[in-house]
C-alpha cells in the first residue's frame, strides 16, 4: 500500500460518512470523491478524522475502511 493509496481511501472513507454519497460505480469517481475530501480538509486533517472514527466507531470503520479501499483500488 503506497501512502498515495492510504491518502485516497481514508479521503473516500470520510466521503462515506456523508448521508448524500453515492458510489458513482467506477474507481475514477471513488477517487474523485476521495480527492474532494482531501483537497478540503489535507491528508493530516482526514487522517485525524478517520481516527476519531475508529475511535468512536471501530466495528463500522473497520468494514468502512475496507470498502474504501477496494473502491479507490488500494486492494
Not at 466521503?15 to 491528508?43: I, N, P
Not at 472514527?53 to 479507490?72: F, I, K, N, T
Amino acid at each position: 500500500m503506497t501512502a498515495v493509496a492510504d491518502a485516497l481511501a481514508e479521503g473516500l472513507f470520510l466521503q462515506m460518512l456523508h448521508s448524500d454519497y453515492v458510489h458513482g460505480g467506477s474507481t475514477g469517481a471513488a477517487r474523485h470523491a476521495a480527492f474532494v475530501e482531501l483537497k478540503a480538509h489535507g491528508v493530516d486533517g482526514c487522517a485525524n478524522a478517520v481516527a476519531t472514527e475508529y475511535g468512536d466507531h471501530p466495528v463500522e470503520s473497520a468494514l468502512r475502511m475496507l470498502e474504501a479501499r477496494a473502491l479507490v483500488g488500494a486492494r
